[in-house]
């Protein structure tokens, strides 16, 4: 079943709580529920909106967000082993780590507590803590806007990245995502080889995945503003990758500056965007109701009633101190409507 509004406040859809509307909202259940949609009303504008949580609104949205409702999870196949399991897209994404926490199987621990729907996650290939999604996702069922036919993608076939995916490039204004189909195992695999992870899991008594869980959320709510209590969108930044030349250019000056190797290649280098910004001297910096967090460099905030056109501004603020400073580009992570 679907259900349309119009002329909808999407203040409290998105995790920056700014003000914007858009001129149509349709909710919707079921593939056949956007085919029919899409066979009937043609629609020019659309963009399809889970939680909110990478999603900045700068203007009123004039075409139609669509936004999905079915969260049924489903166990496909149980080997003893491994267990199989197919989430519908509207399923909250940390309900889905615990629940796989509850039940002993690992695979997604790690990424406790990323504010996503499971339909957002092989979007960007959501990853914290040394693990991203495409190591438990198997299979990606889309509805495809263009031929009105569901398909389904394995996971080679998304071609997954660090914070990316098909869905951002080919597929993106062509496929809604309706369901993920993730592999989990009760072997366990415990990963704790990411900053302070280990240290947090040894304190608690060892590597169990209640203990990793509970330890991820504590290390991610000492980092991380909560976005219900200060408008976020998580890490606005990307990590830029650079010419291995630059690297080295920055690390003579700045022998401190972490850097990461970039997989597949020696030629690029991964540099830390929050290193930088704060190194430009902005972690903190506040401008009007807009700031860049005082804990983590990456991360804007909204200090209460700013609207995303004040975000940009800050956001191409930041970009353009961190090139004066470093002559390195660094560009946002966030989607921007
Ligand atoms: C406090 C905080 C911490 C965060 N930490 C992390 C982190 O550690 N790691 C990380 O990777 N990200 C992190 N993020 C970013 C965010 O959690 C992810 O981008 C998440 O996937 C967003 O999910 P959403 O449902 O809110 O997506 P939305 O903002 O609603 O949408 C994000 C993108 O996905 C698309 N999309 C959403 N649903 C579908 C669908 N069903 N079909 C097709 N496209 C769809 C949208 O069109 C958009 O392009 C954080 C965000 C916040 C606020």
Not at 9 to 37: I, P
Not at 165 to 186: C, D, N, P, Q
């Given at each position: 079943m679907?259900r349309t509004y119009n002329?909808?406040n999407l203040?409290?859809r998105n995790?920056?709580?700014?003000?914007?509307?858009?001129?149509?909202l349709?909710e919707?259940?079921?593939?056949d529920?956007?085919?029919d949609y899409?066979a009937?009303?043609?629609p020019?504008?659309w963009?399809v909106l889970?939680g909110?949580?990478?999603t900045?609104?700068?203007?009123r949205?004039?075409?139609v967000i669509?936004?999905?409702?079915?969260?049924?999870?489903?166990i496909?196949?149980?080997?003893g082993?491994s267990?199989?399991?197919r989430?519908?897209?509207?399923?909250?994404?940390d309900?889905l780590?615990e629940w796989?926490?509850?039940?002993?199987?690992w695979g997604i621990?790690?990424?406790?507590?990323?504010?996503?729907?499971v339909?957002?996650?092989?979007?960007?290939n959501?990853?914290a803590?040394?693990?991203e999604?495409?190591d438990?996702i198997t299979?990606?069922?889309?509805?495809?806007?263009?031929?009105?036919?569901?398909v389904?993608?394995?996971?080679?076939?998304?071609?997954?990245?660090?914070r990316?995916?098909?869905?951002?490039?080919?597929?993106?204004g062509v496929?809604?995502?309706?369901?993920?189909?993730?592999?989990?195992h009760?072997?366990?695999?415990?990963n704790l080889?990411?900053?302070?992870?280990?240290?947090?899991v040894e304190?608690?008594?060892?590597?169990?995945?209640?203990?990793?869980r509970?330890?991820?959320?504590a290390?991610?709510?000492?980092k991380l503003?909560d976005p219900?209590?200060?408008?976020?969108?998580g890490s606005f930044?990307?990590?830029?990758?650079?010419?291995?030349?630059v690297?080295e250019r920055l690390?003579k000056?700045?022998?401190?500056m972490p850097?990461y190797?970039v997989?597949?290649?020696?030629?690029s280098?991964?540099?830390?965007?929050?290193?930088?910004?704060?190194?430009?001297?902005l972690?903190?910096?506040?401008?009007?109701?807009?700031g860049?967090?005082d804990?983590?460099?990456?991360v804007?905030v909204?200090?209460?009633g700013?609207?995303?056109?004040?975000?940009?501004?800050l956001?191409?603020?930041?970009?353009?101190r961190?090139?004066?400073c470093f002559?390195v580009?660094?560009?946002?992570?966030?989607?921007?409507?």
């Amino acid at each position: 079943m679907k259900r349309t509004y119009n002329d909808i406040n999407l203040q409290n859809r998105n995790s920056f709580g700014v003000v914007e509307s858009a001129a149509q909202l349709v909710e919707f259940e079921t593939a056949d529920d956007l085919r029919d949609y899409f066979a009937e009303q043609k629609p020019a504008k659309w963009y399809v909106l889970g939680g909110g949580n990478n999603t900045l609104f700068t203007q009123r949205y004039d075409g139609v967000i669509l936004s999905p409702t079915s969260s049924k999870r489903t166990i496909l196949n149980d080997d003893g082993e491994s267990v199989d399991i197919r989430v519908e897209a509207a399923h909250d994404w940390d309900a889905l780590v615990e629940w796989s926490v509850e039940e002993g199987l690992w695979g997604i621990e790690n990424l406790s507590m990323i504010p996503s729907s499971v339909g957002a996650a092989p979007v960007q290939n959501i990853g914290a803590y040394g693990a991203e999604a495409k190591d438990a996702i198997t299979t990606v069922e889309y509805f495809d806007t263009k031929t009105l036919n569901v398909v389904r993608l394995r996971n080679e076939e998304c071609s997954f990245g660090y914070r990316e995916s098909i869905f951002k490039h080919e597929l993106r204004g062509v496929a809604i995502i309706l369901a993920v189909e993730f592999r989990l195992h009760r072997t366990p695999k415990p990963n704790l080889g990411y900053g302070d992870v280990i240290k947090e899991v040894e304190a608690r008594g060892g590597a169990t995945l209640r203990n990793i869980r509970e330890a991820i959320c504590a290390i991610r709510s000492s980092k991380l503003p909560d976005p219900k209590i200060l408008g976020n969108a998580g890490s606005f930044f990307k990590n830029p990758v650079v010419a291995k030349e630059v690297a080295e250019r920055l690390l003579k000056q700045y022998p401190d500056m972490p850097h990461y190797a970039v997989a597949g290649t020696t030629e690029s280098v991964k540099l830390a965007a929050g290193w930088l910004i704060d190194r430009a001297g902005l972690k903190g910096y506040r401008s009007g109701s807009v700031g860049v967090h005082d804990r983590q460099a990456l991360v804007l905030v909204n200090y209460g009633g700013a609207t995303g056109s004040e975000v940009i501004a800050l956001a191409d603020y930041v970009c353009s101190r961190v090139k004066e400073c470093f002559d390195v580009a660094i560009s946002p992570e966030v989607n921007i409507l």
